[in-house]
């Protein structure tokens, strides 16, 4: 079964430091999201494209968070600068339209120090 | 405000037992709930949903009970496994929100041996 890919799986960095997050979606699936899951809670949608145009962004903190996804396949989230707050996994998810059951990959783990 | 919430936080269950995990909501405009299952380290895989023009699904072991007029959903696992231990959420989607996912807080279940 196709997945959603995600890497690192794992990113430990200093505060104030920059972070960068890649996700390659499940192929030909249009949209794509961005979730933050804080340990315990359910996951928060950051930000959701259709192909490269941004449907929602309306919790992404823009201060300091950026997220792109510039050929409508794969995508990049950024924090810069990372706040201790941050810490949390980050999750990419699919699906094949708007609409359609979402996919999730297995996320990274971020840890502020 | 928590748009959807989920009961009960954890849950233990005898090895054929069965589980049980309620979610309720706010939003009317709400026409899509799925139930999602995520072990340790992983992302949530999509496990079952359901429409509010019915108000059971079942595959398998698991099936969802819908009752629109109160607003509320849940999810039964009969003949529960160890295998099943994992989080469990709840979610809600509306189209007129452009298919934004608003999760619950999750459901911790362990099934005992």
């Known amino acids: 079964e196709a997945e959603v890919a995600q890497s690192p799986r794992y990113k430990i960095t200093e505060k104030s430091q920059a972070v960068a997050f890649w996700c390659d979606p499940i192929?030909?699936?249009?949209?794509l999201y961005w979730y933050r899951q804080i340990l315990g809670q359910g996951p928060e949608l950051l930000v959701q494209f259709q192909d490269e145009s941004v449907v929602d962004d309306s919790q992404l903190p823009k201060d300091r968070f950026s997220a792109e996804r510039l050929k409508g396949v794969d995508s990049t989230l950024k924090i810069q600068p990372a706040e201790l707050g941050d810490s949390a996994m980050y999750l990419c998810?699919?699906?094949?339209?708007?609409?359609?059951?979402?996919?999730f990959g297995d996320g990274t783990r971020l840890s502020i120090l | 405000q928590q748009q959807v919430k989920q009961s009960p936080q954890s849950l233990i269950v005898q090895k054929g037992g069965i589980s049980i995990i309620n979610c309720a909501y706010e939003n009317t405009a709400f026409d899509y709930f799925p139930w999602y299952q995520q072990f340790p380290g992983k992302g949530p895989a999509l496990l079952i949903a359901i429409r509010p023009d019915v108000s059971e699904k079942k595959e398998g072991r698991f099936t969802i009970s819908f009752n629109k007029s109160a607003k509320q959903f849940s999810l039964h696992i009969m003949d529960s496994q160890p295998g099943d231990s994992a989080t469990y959420f709840c979610?809600?989607?509306?189209?007129?929100?452009?298919?934004?996912?608003?999760f619950g807080k999750g459901t911790l279940l362990t099934v005992n041996p």
């Open positions: 979610a809600a989607e509306s189209g007129g929100s452009n298919y934004k996912l608003t």
């Open positions: 192929s030909g699936h249009a949209t």
């Open positions: 998810a699919s699906s094949q339209e708007l609409g359609q059951p979402q996919h």
